[in-house]
């Protein structure tokens, strides 16, 4: 229990990793911006906010470590946010680049399609990998909110 909370409150999923997807995002936003929904600027405004919150709840999980305290029940909060993140800034790639998002790398017309097809099929995987998020949701019922067992 205690490595699977390391994993999911800690290390697991890199800020740096959601911040760099973040500005790729945003890179891609304003290429595309003349041909995006509203909603999409949307999507991009949040997913970034969303990097960034994710990198600075990790510091200050890191920080309350190196003054001795430990991981608990919150790491499954943790969890739970950055695999919606990952599938979030993902799925707004995929709404940016619509039907060139599937394209291969090396079709003519791919352009911006890059790695974001499968980075998109990896996010998939995030709800369910390190415990699933239903899972998650049932442990911050019982012990962080204290609600009973569902039966």
């Known amino acids: 229990m205690a490595t699977a909370g390391f994993e999911r409150g800690l290390m697991l999923r ?3 990793r959601f911040q760099a997807a973040a500005q790729r995002l945003l890179a ?23 990097a960034e919150s994710y990198a600075l709840n990790t510091y200050m ?5 190196m003054a001795g305290g430990s991981i608990g029940v919150e790491a499954s909060l943790n969890k739970i946010f950055w695999s919606e993140l990952d599938l979030d800034l993902h799925r707004a790639a995929m709404s940016l680049l619509g039907a060139r ?8 017309a791919s352009n911006d ?3 974001w097809l499968d980075g998109f099929i990896f996010s ?3 709800p369910v990998y390190a415990g699933t998020n239903e899972i998650q949701r049932n442990i911050i019922a ?4 204290g609600l009973p067992r569902g039966g």
């Open 61 to 65: 999980t890191a920080s309350r470590l």
């Open 142 to 145: 019982e012990r962080l909110l």
């Open 28 to 50: 891609l936003y304003r290429r595309h911006a003349h041909e995006a929904d509203p909603a999409v600027a949307a999507a991009v405004a949040q997913a970034w906010m969303d």
């Open 14 to 16: 890199s800020p740096a």
């Open 101 to 108: 998002a599937e394209l291969l790398p090396v079709a003519p």
């Open 113 to 115: 399609a890059d790695a």
């Open 124 to 126: 998939l995987a995030g």
